[in-house]
């Protein structure tokens, strides 16, 4: 079984604040990690290569700093790492974005057949969740999005058995291999990373790729060129009229707001529990 | 380009049910629609759901895709983008539009793809420019307290995917008129890579989140753990649903679940309490359409009291056991019950 794993390197939004006077980000004390979603995505190949044996790799499109990512994917358990790093892939939107993974898939697909790609459900800084199902469709994979659950892998079969959300509730799919999954995070627990694999991701030095290397690719599909999307104006959102503060010391401003809010009985009931 | 192009909007149907975010969706679109000019057309799809598409006109529509098929009967992103792709090809649209629910997601990406065209994600405004006939689809923008336009300049149809519960839904009129076309599908069920075997109903936490008139929501001003009970205190008092922000959840203090915002859940509750929370752009799209909106925040010029019906400066510690203790008087003068009926 070979799994590979789409990662992304984001800056942690938890740390990362936004400052309110100006409205800009805060980037002073922003370090950029793995994508929480792809970590749980690393987190179940390798729980599925310990049940059905192989290989699992990562797979990353960023500048040459994320690197650190991939030795993160090897600490969890990850066995190879490729970068496709270049200025061509730079200003990608998710079109061109899974675009340049898919040609990268395909190149290591030429030296080991992929059997199953795993994405995290969406990365933090964008939250669009588009990329995993482009990549799909790009390999012609049957995709599984919003997957809570990997509760049987037929390897006999070539089929898996999984848990997908959805409105009000999941549904239980079985699909075949191969095929790529997105992941949300009650998928399962990170685990504490084993020694040896913090050694091994210490000295891992990943594949490095340029477009070069990546075999026939349509230039004009990639980064900036290659995305339909720009962003056009940037704005403040419109604000609600009728805000108010309300002023004395706080257990008048308590009376008045309960006063307040006594005058729209007519909206909702309270029922008092004392 | 050219031709004469409409805006679509795709239907999501479970349970033989239309979603609200499609009726939504059927409102906004109209807006499109009369601006520039075109139909708007929904896109209906399913096993026995013909008889969903006159609905679908009352809400605003000028046209129905219809494909009926057996192979359609749940949710599949290959059948469903096949059946998209090949009316996308034979009718053409020039805007199209999904609602950011894990299916139209899921099918949106797919349908970009094959259709090589931008795709914008969890929009919450939309708007066109005349001019250029471009559609604007509004996002928070990562990394601000501002929203971000996203533009298709060449490619058709520009695509987005809407949240839920931003848009407006049209009165359903019944006199209203509009053509049914429909469609067939050459697919067989062999041919599908996937099958769903079972659908699980879960009365989940973010169910009675969209029910609920009456929310307290907290932040990471509570501080700790300690701190956040005041906010299920509260909530308790008054009966309302608890919920909150990332952080509040980054930190542990809620699940997932119940996180308001952009990456979360939208809510319009008729009262919501934003107590300990600053009012970040991503939080505020998803409860900024509640009724009324009382914020609670010791930061004079936290960004959350712009979005406000009536705020208290204040320390949450402070200010939330004085607002029990009041409740619970007024309610003790109107025997249990707060003369809020
Ligand atoms: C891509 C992306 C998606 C996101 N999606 C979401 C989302 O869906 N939902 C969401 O909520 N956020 C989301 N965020 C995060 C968002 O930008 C904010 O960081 C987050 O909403 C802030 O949470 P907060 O208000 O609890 O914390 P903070 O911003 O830290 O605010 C805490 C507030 O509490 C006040 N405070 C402190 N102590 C007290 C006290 N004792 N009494 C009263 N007030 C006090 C402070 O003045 C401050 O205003 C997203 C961010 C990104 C980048």
Same mark, same amino acid.
């Given at each position: 079984?070979?799994?590979?794993?789409?990662?992304?390197?984001?800056?942690?939004?938890?740390?990362?604040?936004?400052?309110?006077?100006?409205?800009?980000?805060?980037?002073?004390?922003?370090?950029?990690?793995?994508?929480?979603?792809?970590?749980?995505?690393?987190?179940?190949?390798?729980?599925?290569?310990?049940?059905?044996?192989?290989?699992?790799?990562?797979?990353?499109?960023?500048?040459?700093?994320?690197?650190?990512?991939?030795?993160?994917?090897?600490?969890?358990?990850?066995?190879?790492?490729?970068?496709?790093?270049?200025?061509?892939?730079?200003?990608?939107?998710?079109?061109?974005?899974?675009?340049?993974?898919?040609?990268?898939?395909?190149?290591?697909?030429?030296?080991?057949?992929?059997?199953?790609?795993?994405?995290?459900?969406?990365?933090?800084?964008?939250?669009?969740?588009?990329?995993?199902?482009?990549?799909?469709?790009?390999?012609?994979?049957?995709?599984?999005?919003?997957?809570?659950?990997?509760?049987?892998?037929?390897?006999?079969?070539?089929?898996?058995?999984?848990?997908?959300?959805?409105?009000?509730?999941?549904?239980?799919?079985?699909?075949?291999?191969?095929?790529?999954?997105?992941?949300?995070?009650?998928?399962?627990?990170?685990?504490?990373?084993?020694?040896?694999?913090?050694?091994?991701?210490?000295?891992?030095?990943?594949?490095?790729?340029?477009?070069?290397?990546?075999?026939?690719?349509?230039?004009?599909?990639?980064?900036?060129?290659?995305?339909?999307?720009?962003?056009?104006?940037?704005?403040?959102?419109?604000?609600?009229?009728?805000?108010?503060?309300?002023?004395?010391?706080?257990?008048?401003?308590?009376?008045?707001?309960?006063?307040?809010?006594?005058?729209?009985?007519?909206?909702?009931?309270?029922?008092?529990?004392? | 380009?050219?031709?004469?192009?409409?805006?679509?909007?795709?239907?999501?149907?479970?349970?033989?049910?239309?979603?609200?975010?499609?009726?939504?969706?059927?409102?906004?679109?109209?807006?499109?629609?009369?601006?520039?000019?075109?139909?708007?057309?929904?896109?209906?799809?399913?096993?026995?759901?013909?008889?969903?598409?006159?609905?679908?006109?009352?809400?605003?529509?000028?046209?129905?895709?219809?494909?009926?098929?057996?192979?359609?009967?749940?949710?599949?992103?290959?059948?469903?983008?096949?059946?998209?792709?090949?009316?996308?090809?034979?009718?053409?649209?020039?805007?199209?539009?999904?609602?950011?629910?894990?299916?139209?997601?899921?099918?949106?990406?797919?349908?970009?793809?094959?259709?090589?065209?931008?795709?914008?994600?969890?929009?919450?405004?939309?708007?066109?420019?005349?001019?250029?006939?471009?559609?604007?689809?509004?996002?928070?923008?990562?990394?601000?307290?501002?929203?971000?336009?996203?533009?298709?300049?060449?490619?058709?149809?520009?695509?987005?995917?809407?949240?839920?519960?931003?848009?407006?839904?049209?009165?359903?009129?019944?006199?209203?008129?509009?053509?049914?076309?429909?469609?067939?599908?050459?697919?067989?069920?062999?041919?599908?890579?996937?099958?769903?075997?079972?659908?699980?109903?879960?009365?989940?936490?973010?169910? %009675?989140?969209?029910?609920? /008139? *009456?929310?307290?929501? +907290?932040?990471? #001003?509570?501080?700790?753990?300690?701190?956040?009970? $005041? !906010?299920?205190?509260?909530?308790?008092?008054?009966?309302?649903?608890?919920?909150?922000?990332?952080?509040?959840?980054?930190?542990?203090?809620?699940?997932?679940?119940?996180?308001?915002?952009?990456?979360?859940?939208?809510?319009?509750?008729?009262?919501?309490?934003?107590?300990?929370?600053?009012?970040?752009?991503?939080?505020?799209?998803?409860?900024?359409?509640?009724?009324?909106?009382?914020?609670?925040?010791?930061?004079? %010029?936290?960004?959350?009291? /712009? *979005?406000?019906?009536? +705020?208290?400066? #204040?320390?949450?510690?402070?200010?939330?056991?004085? $607002? !029990?203790?009041?409740?619970?008087?007024?309610?003790?003068?109107?025997?249990?019950?707060?003369?809020?009926?």
């Amino acid at each position: 079984m070979h799994i590979i794993v789409c990662v992304k390197q984001v800056p942690d939004t938890k740390i990362i604040k936004i400052n309110p006077k100006t409205n800009t980000l805060d980037r002073r004390s922003a370090p950029a990690i793995l994508n929480p979603y792809d970590a749980h995505a690393v987190q179940e190949a390798v729980k599925i290569k310990q049940l059905t044996g192989g290989t699992v790799s990562v797979l990353s499109m960023g500048p040459p700093q994320a690197v650190s990512i991939i030795k993160k994917s090897i600490e969890i358990g990850a066995d190879k790492g490729y970068l496709i790093s270049d200025r061509a892939f730079a200003g990608a939107d998710t079109l061109a974005t899974s675009y340049a993974l898919s040609k990268a898939l395909e190149r290591i697909s030429e030296e080991q057949k992929i059997d199953m790609v795993i994405c995290g459900k969406h990365a933090i800084d964008g939250d669009t969740g588009q990329v995993g199902p482009g990549i799909a469709r790009r390999l012609d994979m049957p995709p599984v999005t919003n997957v809570i659950e990997v509760t049987e892998v037929k390897t006999e079969e070539r089929k898996i058995n999984l848990k997908r959300k959805q409105l009000g509730g999941y549904e239980e799919i079985e699909a075949q291999l191969p095929c790529l999954l997105t992941v949300e995070k009650e998928v399962n627990e990170i685990e504490y990373a084993p020694m040896p694999n913090m050694i091994k991701a210490a000295r891992y030095e990943p594949v490095v790729w340029t477009v070069d290397d990546l075999g026939e690719v349509d230039r004009s599909q990639l980064g900036l060129k290659g995305s339909p999307t720009v962003v056009g104006k940037m704005f403040t959102p419109p604000r609600r009229a009728g805000g108010k503060k309300l002023e004395g010391t706080i257990d008048e401003q308590v009376k008045e707001l309960t006063g307040l809010l006594r005058e729209k009985q007519d909206l909702f009931r309270f029922n008092v529990n004392s | 380009m050219g031709e004469s192009l409409g805006v679509w909007v795709f239907i999501e149907v479970n349970d033989k049910k239309i979603e609200g975010v499609s009726l939504e969706l059927l409102g906004a679109g109209r807006q499109l629609a009369d601006k520039l000019n075109v139909p708007l057309a929904g896109v209906l799809l399913g096993d026995g759901v013909k008889n969903l598409a006159s609905d679908v006109i009352y809400y605003g529509a000028d046209i129905v895709y219809v494909v009926d098929d057996p192979v359609l009967k749940l949710y599949r992103t290959e059948a469903y983008m096949k059946a998209v792709i090949s009316l996308a090809e034979k009718y053409k649209s020039e805007i199209f539009l999904y609602g950011a629910t894990p299916n139209g997601k899921d099918l949106a990406s797919a349908v970009a793809t094959d259709l090589s065209t931008g795709l914008t994600a969890d929009t919450t405004m939309l708007d066109v420019d005349l001019d250029k006939r471009l559609l604007e689809a509004s996002r928070p923008a990562f990394g601000g307290n501002i929203m971000a336009t996203i533009l298709c300049k060449k490619h058709r149809p520009q695509m987005a995917t809407v949240r839920p519960k931003v848009m407006q839904a049209l009165d359903p009129d019944h006199g209203r008129q509009g053509k049914i076309i429909e469609e067939e599908l050459h697919l067989r069920e062999e041919d599908m890579r996937t099958r769903v075997l079972r659908i699980v109903k879960e009365v989940t936490k973010t169910a %009675n989140l969209s029910e609920a /008139d *009456v929310i307290v929501a +907290g932040g990471k #001003g509570m501080g700790d753990p300690q701190g956040f009970q $005041l !906010i299920h205190d509260l909530a308790e008092t008054i009966g309302a649903s608890v919920a909150g922000t990332r952080d509040a959840v980054e930190a542990g203090w809620l699940p997932h679940e119940l996180q308001i915002g952009q990456t979360g859940e939208t809510v319009t509750p008729k009262l919501y309490f934003a107590i300990g929370i600053s009012g970040a752009i991503q939080h505020v799209v998803g409860m900024k359409n509640s009724e009324l909106i009382i914020a609670i925040n010791k930061d004079p %010029n936290a960004p959350i009291f /712009d *979005v406000a019906t009536y +705020g208290i400066v #204040g320390d949450a510690h402070e200010v939330i056991p004085k $607002l !029990i203790q009041q409740f619970k008087e007024l309610s003790k003068e109107k025997g249990g019950e707060l003369s809020y009926a």
